[in-house]
């Protein structure tokens, strides 16, 4: 059975048509990573998943189950854009107070070292710093012990190391056979989380992948170099989906040898080819889009 299944989902607030369709589904122990920019539907995909907002059209399962039902709900966790946290309470007694909340959470002890809190354990919660404050609300995500944890932009406000850190308890969580569904502005947190990467925009699935697979199918190849050629000329060349001309020209095709043989026609210097990141890939398929 799927841990997630979305089917055809839509949702509308008054005229806004926040989702127009969009289905997808995350097996037990998949990391699946939304990447869009920003209002193109990731957190109302979410809150429909949490079972928070009814889908205006659509269904939505959770392990066959609908998200709204409790015993679904239990299996979620979520660690959400904007959370109160309790300012005069110590981190420890926090975590303490969540655990309570849950028929089967993790030992006290684990959710603290799986969130990197050891040595803050005594801090009040008021006085974190924002990078702090997210690490807790991870902790707090993760107290119960759930089946499929939901992270949206979890690594604002958090400094490398912290960054580096969190990520490796998501690997962690994810070798425990959990399913984790993440939005992120942040491409390269995709690429090395992820084992699915969906792209949304404008309230759509535009693309569906392995990190690998989008960097390689829709990236493609770019070609830089230094040279007088016109903008409109760039544009037309064979395989192009982007051009950028900032001081050096910059296309990204899906066939370089072609483009390439064109680029070669003119007189250009310092030439320079090589694979698309993930985020050029992106860049790519929201400005197509
Ligand atoms: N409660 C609401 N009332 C009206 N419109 C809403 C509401 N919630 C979301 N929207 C609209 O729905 C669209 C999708 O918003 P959503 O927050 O899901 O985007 P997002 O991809 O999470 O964006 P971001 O990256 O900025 O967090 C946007 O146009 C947004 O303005």
């Not at 603290?112 to 707090?140: H, P, T, Y």
């Not at 070798?175 to 993440?182: D, E, M, P």
Request: proline share 4%; with cysteine.
């Amino acid at each position: 059975m799927k841990a997630i299944e979305v089917v055809n989902v839509t949702k509308h607030f008054g005229n806004v048509e926040a989702l127009k369709g969009v289905t997808f589904s995350a097996d037990q122990g998949e990391v699946l990573a939304f990447l869009g920019p920003n209002g193109a539907g990731k957190t109302t995909t979410i809150s429909i998943m949490l079972g928070m907002r009814a889908p205006t059209g659509g269904t939505v399962k959770v392990y066959g189950m609908d998200p709204r039902v409790p015993r679904a709900r239990a299996r979620l966790g979520a660690m959400l854009q904007e959370s109160d946290l309790p300012a005069t309470l110590k981190v420890k007694e926090a975590v303490e107070l969540f655990r309570r909340l849950y028929p089967r959470p993790l030992p006290a002890r684990q959710v603290m070292e799986m969130a990197d809190l050891m040595d803050i354990a005594e801090r009040l919660c008021g006085n974190l710093s924002g990078g702090q404050r997210r690490r807790l609300s991870f902790a707090l995500s993760v107290c119960g012990n759930p089946d499929v944890l939901f992270l949206d932009e979890p690594t604002v406000a958090m400094d490398v190391q912290s960054r580096t850190a969190f990520w490796e308890s998501v690997r962690q969580f994810k070798t425990q056979g959990k399913t984790v569904i993440l939005t992120t502005h942040h491409l390269e947190e995709a690429d090395a989380l992820s084992d699915r990467v969906l792209v949304i925009d404008q309230g759509k699935v535009i693309v569906e992948g392995t990190p690998k697979a989008i960097k390689e199918q829709v990236g493609g190849t770019r070609i830089r170099f230094h040279g007088q050629v016109q903008e409109q000329q760039l544009r037309t060349l064979p395989g192009v989906t982007r051009v950028n001309i900032n001081g050096v020209n910059e296309v990204y095709t899906r066939t370089p040898e072609a483009a390439l043989r064109e680029i070669l026609h003119h007189d250009i210097t310092d030439l320079e080819v090589s694979k698309a990141s993930l985020e050029e890939a992106f860049l790519n398929l929201t400005a197509r889009n």
